[in-house]
């Protein structure tokens, strides 16, 4: 039986165990996908020696970036984002190898792309972690001009507590990468000068629990259109399944 499975850390609730496990059984695939839950990437080299029928993982939170360095070869798009949220896991012989992709970008332009009206041209990007990189990384190909936000002073990002009125106007798409709003802390919602907003802004979230978070909810108060980030996470679960089997 093939396996298949998610590092990250911590777990607790996945979609992606769910998702594949009901794939499997009503296409009667002989596999199963398994949650690694690995305190550490180097605990990697167990989970692949141990489970010598793994063919393929998943990467979530905190290991997007970092387990770039533990791979044999890597994608140019996932090198280029600069994140990894897919591994192929081939064996040769007394080898294994592992291979990066990143399917984030292509489960997120997908579902946004239809949504982009001719004045979405600027977009804010909630974040600096590998979803954001993969979201910039997507935005950019969609011919939108980009602006990391994040609560710290980094180079080329924009802290919160210097979003205007202005700037809600001018970079009317605003996608959250953060996990500010996921339950069970749906009373929380990144900072942001909501009341400047209105049909013209585009308020993507990438949280799926709850279905609609408080920055959803305060953005579409006034008139914004807004999207969470399930539809992103089938299409990018979709595209996993197709980067296992390429040829």
């Known amino acids: 039986m093939d396996k298949y499975g998610l590092i990250g850390y911590p777990l607790g609730h996945s979609f992606s165990i769910g998702y594949f496990n009901e794939k499997f059984q009503n296409e009667n695939i002989d596999a199963v996908y398994e949650n690694f839950e690995i305190s550490s990437l180097d605990s990697l080299e167990e989970v692949i020696a141990t489970n010598p029928e793994l063919k393929g993982l998943n990467v979530t939170i905190p290991y997007k970036e970092r387990v770039m360095s533990y791979l044999d070869t890597i994608t140019p798009e996932a090198r280029a984002i600069g994140a990894v949220n897919v591994i192929r896991v081939t064996h040769k012989g007394n080898k294994t190898l592992l291979k990066g992709y990143n399917s984030d970008v292509i489960g997120f332009t ?4 239809p949504m982009l009206e001719t004045f979405h041209k600027k977009a804010l990007v909630l974040g600096t972690g590998g979803a954001a990189k993969a979201i910039t990384f997507g935005l950019r190909s969609l011919g939108l001009e980009t602006v990391y936000v994040s609560r710290f002073e980094r180079p080329d990002t924009i802290q919160y507590d ?35 907003m209105d049909s013209h802004n585009l308020l993507y979230d990438l949280i799926y629990n709850p279905d609609e978070t408080l920055f959803m909810q305060k953005g579409g108060a006034q008139g914004a259109t807004v999207k969470n980030g399930l539809e992103m996470l089938l299409l990018q679960a979709f595209v996993s399944w197709e980067f296992w089997h390429e040829k």
């Open 110 to 113: 997908r579902s946004i792309e």
């Open 162 to 196: 210097k979003i205007t009125p202005e700037t809600i106007q001018e970079y009317n798409v605003i996608v959250n990468c953060t996990p500010v709003g996921m339950y069970p802390h749906a009373d929380q919602c990144p900072q942001l000068p909501y009341e400047a």
